[in-house]
């Protein structure tokens, strides 16, 4: 079974800074893209970030030049560097990757539970 955890958030004021972390475990063979979606109250889920295998990037328009993704493959594990926090970046944060579990050839899509982000204006 493959887990993912992400750990990090809380309250900041409005210009502050986080970073979040998603720490995937189990019986993992392979991690394709990973990525941080974002879903705010009375809002549908959106991407955030996204980071392939091979560390290319992509970002959503309302975080470009704030936020950067990051991933150490040694450890399977994904950041989220939040810089220039504002009130509408108050969300729940979910990390999400692709993943092949060992014993497997076929790539599976894996949550987090999420963690709250709130920013005080």
């Known amino acids: 079974q493959v887990q993912l955890v992400e750990s990090g958030g809380g309250l900041v004021q409005a210009g502050g800074s986080l970073r979040l972390s998603c720490a995937a475990s189990?019986?993992?063979?392979?991690?394709?893209?990973m990525a941080w979606y974002r879903q705010a109250p009375g809002k549908q889920r959106e991407l955030v970030a996204r980071?392939?295998?091979?560390?290319?990037?992509n970002y959503a328009n309302s975080v470009k030049g704030r936020f950067t993704i990051s991933r150490d493959n040694a450890t399977s594990t994904m950041y989220l560097e939040m810089n220039s926090l504002k009130a509408e970046d108050t969300a729940v944060y979910y990390c999400?990757?692709?993943?092949?579990?060992?014993?497997?050839?076929?790539?599976?899509?894996?949550w987090g539970r999420g963690t709250q982000v709130t920013v005080s204006s």
């Open positions: 999400n990757a692709d993943i092949t579990y060992s014993g497997s050839y076929f790539a599976d899509d894996y």
């Open positions: 980071i392939h295998a091979d560390g290319s990037t």
């Open positions: 189990g019986n993992i063979r392979i991690i394709y893209t």
